[in-house]
């Protein structure tokens, strides 16, 4: 490529050679006379409150630094979720959560020898980059073919070398939640120095009163890490705004990592307002919700097999059919993402978007059995 070409001394760290590219959602393409809709990053489908574009534009003072304690949006989250604000770290997504977390526990420490970080696959597809550019080994555990972590295998796959475990809660792509007493056993099985992410990137969209939520588990173990995003229920991807919650015995580690002012002081106000409007967050959590439902019901309907779907998005497990349905849905103006030979992931989007994608699944032959 031209980039290797113009600079032939460099040497990146041979790891960049091994790692996965991510292929982030692609906007949709136009159609001739029709709305294009973009399904294909989970976001969130509707506008940002005026509330919150109101406190965008009131942040004048960007010429300075922004607070990197963040004290008001931790001091704002800890009121909402009911814990110290001394047991939250914000980050630059929670993303950028993630890769702090990575940098304290997992390395390169020993050269024969990489750390070793477990998670289920398929999962979160930035996994494999963030743990491979930190330095670790990561030992994938395939889900079950109902779409849910194989948590038995998970903690067999557990060895001397391990120091971090990555629990998706709800699975993205593949949509089903882990139990809180999943979670619990689980725990008990692991050593308690090992580190146990619980990303709960969906939280807000889970409906199942038996899932695990990290945040009122997370007291009784200190090797525990919940993830939490304002990406998603929240509306404010394009802000980056995310957070860890964890004792003090791993977040003072934590801090020592951190990336000096991650989050800027726009998407802080950003993120505050909408705590502060959180009747109005969750009201447009509940329309997703009741169009997942309505979605997933229309595709069970069609006798297309789905997996439970407690995020903002559904699984079509299509196998050799996967990137043909793909380019269908762009042929409807429908962008969505397609993993391989697996199968597409469609994130729940706006009314009309929803129901022509059910109209595409009707006029499918080859459904998920
Ligand atoms: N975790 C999971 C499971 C996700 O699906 C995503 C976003 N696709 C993230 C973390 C990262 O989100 P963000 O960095 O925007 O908070």
Known sequence: SEAEGSSPGLRPRGVLGKLPRYAAG?????????????????????????????????????????????????????????????????????????????????????????????????????????????????????????????????????????????????????????????????????????????????????????????????????NVIVLRTFSKAHGLAGLRVGYSVSQPSLTEHLRVSAVPFAVSQIAEHAAVTSLRHIDEVEARVQLIVDERTRVVEGLRGLGWNVPEAEGNFVWLALGDHTQDFAARAGEHALSVRAFGSEGVRVSIGEETANTRFLELCGEYTHRPA
């Not at 976001?43 to 960007?62: C, Q």
């Open 26 to 222: 692609k906007p949709p393409v136009m159609v001739d006379g029709l709305e294009s809709f973009k399904l294909s990053s989970n976001e969130n489908p509707l506008p940002p409150l005026p509330a919150v574009l109101a406190a965008i534009a009131s942040e004048t003072s960007i010429n300075r630094y922004p607070d990197p304690m963040t004290t008001a949006l931790r001091t704002e989250l800890a009121a909402y979720l009911g814990v110290p604000a001394t047991d939250i770290v914000t980050g630059a997504g929670s993303l950028g959560a993630l890769n702090q977390i990575l940098a304290t526990f997992a390395g390169q420490n020993d050269f024969d020898a990489p750390d070793e970080v477990v998670y289920a696959w398929r999962s979160f597809e930035a996994y494999p980059i963030s743990v491979g550019l930190a330095g670790a080994a990561g030992i994938q555990v395939p889900v079950r073919a109902d779409g849910t972590h194989d948590l038995e295998a998970m903690a067999a796959a557990i060895t001397d070398r391990t120091r971090v475990v990555l629990l998706c809660t709800p699975n993205n792509p593949t949509g089903p939640i882990l139990t809180r007493d999943e979670v619990v056993d689980f725990l008990a099985e692991v050593p308690s120095h090992v580190v146990v992410v619980i990303d709960e990137a969906y939280q807000e969209f889970v409906r199942r009163p038996d899932a695990v939520n990290g945040i009122e588990l997370y007291r009784d173990y200190g």
